[in-house]
Structures are given as structure tokens and as C-alpha cells.
């Protein structure tokens, strides 16, 4: 079945240096893909779109990059500071019918000092 | 800005009462979506939403209905509630609908005892 695969495992980095999160999706290959960040008990918020044609984008400090040959979106936050500390999740449209979104479980991401 | 509300952010109901979860933008959205997230299950579309009076199933809709007789409001009614029903309830609006960013709610945690 067509599902998407994120690391459940928090990730847990120092201050200062780079996050890098992982969405792996398989079968079916979509259009676009999106980042969301969820804060514990809060709505997820949106952050990033990237499209099946771009390789990469960036907004601020992060950076998203989509490979559609390895199935894999790799999600960066530069610089890293505690304020980034939440959880992270991709989307994508795995029916193709381009009407909803599958979400991942999320990542947990903890930023220390 | 887009703003996404719901009726309730706590709720305690009882095994087979029926329950109503509002949810109202203000951004003249076409699309509205409604999800449930557990622990390790992470977001699953129950219902959505594309026009007024039209609807179409989730990934979950069982045990569940909806309503969207206005643009801007989008209801979730659970017929009986029941134990299993407990959980994070998300409503979300989009311009687009499936590649469009999703805005979300603060959530609805619902309690079924």
C-alpha cells in the first residue's frame, strides 16, 4: 500500500547546527510535497511546498529538496535555535486525484543549548 | 490571515451521545477538511469538503458525518459517540485543494467516556 515513512525516532541536536529530517513516500510518485510544523497540543502550520520539478527550495533557514527517482524529501533547518524545537511533517497527495493530503507521523525535533 | 476556529478545545462527552465539532474560517475558502490524530497514527482525513453541500469521504469516515450548508462552516457530527472516538480532532481550509497549504485549528480534544 502507498504510505509515507518519516523517522519516528526524535532527533535531538545542538544549537547552531543543522537539522536535517527525512520523508520517504513509496509507490506512487506525486506532484508536490509540503512541510508542516506541529506544536504539542496546537494545529499543524504550514512552511514549505515543493514541487515535483523543483530539486530544491528555501525559505529563511530551511531548505526542502525533493528526489522523485529515490522517493525521498529531505527537510533542513540551518542554524538551528531551541525555538525550532517541534515536530515536523510532510504531505503529499497519494491518490493523484490532487484533492487531499496524506500526512506523515511527524518528527520530533529538540533543539539544546 | 487566515484563521481557522473551532467550537471547542476541550470536550468530555459519554458513549453514545451525539456530538458536534464546529469549525469556521474567514478566508472564503473552498476546501475544508476535518482529520483525527492519535499517537503513533499521526493526521487521517475523516471527511472533506470542496464546495458547499458537497462532501466526500476520508480515509476514516466511519462513525462519522459532516455538514457544510455555509462556505465558511464545516461541522463534524459522531451519530454515537463511542470510546474509540476519543482523540485530536483538526479542522482545516484551503484555497486549493490538493496542492494548496492547509490551515489548521487549534484542535478539538474530545473525550469519550
Known amino acids: 500500500s502507498q504510505k509515507i515513512e518519516q523517522n519516528s525516532e526524535a532527533l535531538n541536536i545542538q544549537e547552531g547546527k543543522t537539522a536535517t529530517l527525512t520523508c520517504n513516500y513509496t509507490?506512487?510518485?506525486?506532484?508536490?510535497l509540503q512541510w508542516y510544523r506541529q506544536d504539542p497540543g496546537r494545529g499543524p502550520v504550514f512552511l514549505l511546498l515543493i514541487r515535483e520539478n523543483e530539486k530544491e527550495k528555501r525559505k529563511e533557514r530551511l531548505k526542502v529538496t525533493f528526489d522523485t527517482t529515490l522517493k525521498q524529501s529531505l527537510f533542513h533547518i540551518t542554524a538551528s535555535q531551541p525555538a525550532d524545537s517541534a515536530t515536523y511533517l510532510c504531505a503529499l497527495d497519494l491518490t493523484g486525484g490532487g484533492n487531499k493530503l496524506t500526512f506523515g507521523t511527524g518528527t520530533q525535533l529538540k533543539v539544546e543549548l | 490571515d487566515v484563521k481557522v476556529t473551532q467550537s471547542s478545545r476541550y470536550l468530555v462527552k459519554r458513549t453514545g451521545e451525539k456530538v458536534f465539532l464546529e469549525c469556521v474560517q474567514d478566508?472564503?475558502?473552498?476546501?475544508m477538511f476535518w482529520y483525527r490524530q492519535d499517537p503513533g497514527l499521526g493526521l487521517r482525513l475523516i471527511y472533506f469538503?470542496?464546495?458547499?453541500?458537497?462532501?466526500e469521504k476520508g480515509d476514516i469516515p466511519e462513525g462519522y458525518s459532516v455538514s457544510r450548508e455555509k462556505k465558511e462552516r464545516f461541522s463534524l457530527i459522531l451519530e454515537s459517540a463511542s470510546t474509540n472516538q476519543t482523540s485530536m480532532y483538526l479542522c482545516a481550509s484551503s484555497l486549493f485543494a490538493g496542492q494548496g497549504e492547509q490551515y489548521f485549528g487549534p484542535g478539538t480534544r474530545l473525550t469519550v467516556t
Open positions: 469538503s470542496y464546495d458547499v453541500k458537497m462532501k
Open positions: 509507490n506512487y510518485s506525486p506532484a508536490y
Open positions: 478566508m472564503d475558502h473552498e476546501n
